[in-house]
């Protein structure tokens, strides 16, 4: 190789780390916060060794540091218009978790998120983490490195995004993810319902009763029922739609 070559496969190797790095470190099961930084950034560099010769062809050097600039900037955007937008929808399980434990009564019972840091339901963080287990034992993760590849088949290195199919994407993750949610949720919807329709029913026929003490353990103990008969449809649901998401950029 001669020396005057090695620039040019600096610049095209940090162009490819841009794209690749912003997408590992938003991959479900991958980049998530309490794996090591150095892991996710040693996955993204090996990563992006392997995707070079591949993405070589479709990247043009541009001759300007301003132009060169630019591109690098239009790589990081577009890693993370695809890695949100895959976030998105890996939050149907967090709000699905909110509308669990708000009908199970168990909204107060809050704790740290190992995955974001942050205080909520235990619930919300059980699925949450029982998601990312199964996206790993179930080779969804697989999905995901190929769609990196996929994405420059997608999205083309040499200019920004266009801000329409940008929103197109957003709001489709969006209304995607919300659904996903209601769909894994719906069984502690339906019970909820038939639970209070129950105690206001329990409430006019017996006024002596302090229906209050009654309906927090009881709500509790059938919301739990109701998890444990159902927890495996709702991870199975959860599971084919964020494949079938993934799938839609490998073309299959």
């Known amino acids: 190789m001669q020396i005057a070559v090695l620039p040019e496969i600096s610049a095209l190797f940090v162009l490819v780390f841009a794209r690749v790095g912003t997408l590992v470190m938003l991959m479900p099961g991958i980049g998530e916060r309490l794996i090591l930084a150095r892991g996710r950034l040693s996955l993204a560099f090996f990563l992006a060794l392997l995707i070079l010769p591949m993405a070589r062809g479709a990247i043009t050097i541009p001759q300007t540091p301003a ?31 909110f509308i669990v434990a708000q009908t199970m009564g168990l909204g107060f019972a809050v704790t740290v998120d190992p995955t974001g840091g942050l205080q909520n339901p235990s619930i919300a963080n059980f699925l949450s983490m029982l998601g990312i287990t199964l996206i790993l034992a179930a080779d969804l993760h697989h999905l995901a490195l190929a769609a990196i590849h996929e994405s420059y088949r997608l999205l ?34 339906v019970f909820g319902l038939l639970f209070n329709l129950g105690l206001g029913v329990l409430a006019r026929l017996m006024p002596q009763l302090q229906v209050f003490f009654l309906a927090i353990p009881a ?14 449809v709702m991870m199975g649901v959860f599971l084919d739609d964020l494949g079938a998401f993934l799938r839609q950029f490998i073309g299959l």
Do not use: H, N, W, Y
Not at 163 to 179: E, N, P
């Open 67 to 97: 132009a060169l600039g630019g591109l690098l900037i239009s790589e990081i955007l577009v890693g993370l218009v695809i890695g949100a937008s895959v976030r998105l929808l890996m939050g149907a399980l967090q709000t699905a978790g």
């Open 219 to 232: 709500s509790i103990l059938g919301g739990m029922l109701v998890l444990l008969a159902a927890v495996g």
């Open 156 to 189: 083309p290195p040499g200019g920004f995004p266009e801000i329409g199919d940008v929103m197109t994407l957003a709001v489709k993750a969006m209304t995607q993810g919300f659904s996903l949610a209601v769909q894994i949720s719906a069984p502690f919807i």
